[in-house]
């Protein structure tokens, strides 16, 4: 039972949170019980979890190793709120059709995509996504072969690149028939030498960003507003900020981001908990439910919900929709 007095009093439709984290071992933790938490209160009906290299079998082929992750996601919620496995999978591998074959074995009926890391830049400091992260890996002929299987075995490629590479994206969009979702907003840099240098970064991303929109199978996560490496500074603060300091920072770029994709191809993310550094779930749900007000029902259901259904092909509780569209 949602509590109408509470953050879900202002939507007007159910959420699917179309990109989260699970993990549960010696270093670090945000299981399903923190999830379950930290959605309280909110009209979450459905998530999508996305890789996060943790729980890997501990043995065998390497490149079978990260169905471990999806097997432990898959039997863990019975209930059904983690609705989509996008796992991780070494995409040049010469026998990727194999592997997307065991993680699909492995997800029970959730495994719906593969995100490789591709984010890479040469500066101290940032990280690469993967081990197996490496410049240009996009548009090399194994990696498209890769990206291609996706396709044929009806699976979406996330893809986490950085503002500078979204050329990259573009190129490897115009090469396949794949659904591809690009994930938070394309990457924002600001930490490092991108720090003093924001106009340059906003600008190349916008331009960038424009390059990618053109490819009518590119979908745009919108989300990720709280990562550290966007530059926001709220994750060493001293208090997190409200609702209306998120809004302020990002609501331009997040509406010319939209506008430039269409409402129907940009999906709403919490990208928690990374973000948990920043700001609260309920305050990355309330910033994208103030930044689109205005919007139209039909295109707030779209963003927040409808979109991600349909992108990784969820089994949606109509009965449930229904009843958290009749609160409004």
């Not at 979702?181 to 106009?199: E, M, P, Q």
Request: proline letters at 3%; aromatic letters at 10%; charged letters at 20%.
């Amino acid at each position: 039972m949602i509590d109408s007095s509470g953050p879900a009093a202002s939507f007007g439709q159910p959420i699917c949170d179309a990109h989260h984290h699970l993990f549960d071992t010696a270093k670090r933790r945000y299981a399903l019980d923190d999830f379950r938490r930290d959605i309280a209160g909110l009209p979450v009906v459905k998530s999508v979890f996305v890789e996060c290299g943790e729980h890997y079998h501990a043995d065998g082929p390497t490149e079978y190793r990260p169905v471990g992750e999806t097997s432990w996601v898959a039997g863990m919620d019975d209930g059904g709120l983690v609705a989509a496995i996008v796992g991780y999978a070494d995409l040049s591998a010469a026998n990727i059709a194999d592997i997307l074959a065991a993680h699909i074995e492995a997800g029970r009926g959730r495994f719906r995509g593969v995100r490789q890391g591709a984010a890479w830049d040469s500066a101290a400091g940032i990280a690469m996504t993967h081990v197996t992260t490496r410049p240009g890996m996009l548009n090399t002929a194994p990696y498209v072969r890769g990206v291609t299987a996706l396709a044929s075995a009806a699976l979406v490629c996330d893809v986490y690149v950085y503002f500078h590479q979204l050329t990259e994206v573009a190129r490897l969009a115009r090469a396949v028939d794949t659904t591809i979702v690009l994930n938070h907003l394309g990457g924002i840099l600001g930490v490092g030498d991108y720090a003093t240098n924001r106009s340059v970064v906003m600008q190349n991303w916008r331009a960038q960003l424009a390059t990618v929109a053109a490819c009518s199978n590119v979908h745009l996560k919108v989300g990720g507003l709280g990562r550290p490496l966007a530059g926001t500074g709220w994750n060493v603060a001293d208090a997190q900020p409200d609702v209306d300091d998120v809004v302020v920072y990002w609501r331009e770029d997040v509406l010319w981001a939209i506008e430039l994709f269409g409402a129907s191809r940009c999906i709403f993310e919490s990208n928690f908990p990374v973000d948990r550094q920043s700001f609260s779930y309920a305050t990355c749900w309330q910033t994208l439910d103030r930044i689109v007000a205005d919007f139209s029902p039909g295109e707030r259901q779209a963003l927040f919900h409808d979109n991600a259904v349909r992108v990784y092909r969820l089994t949606d509780d109509i009965q449930r929709t229904n009843a958290l569209r009749n609160r409004s």
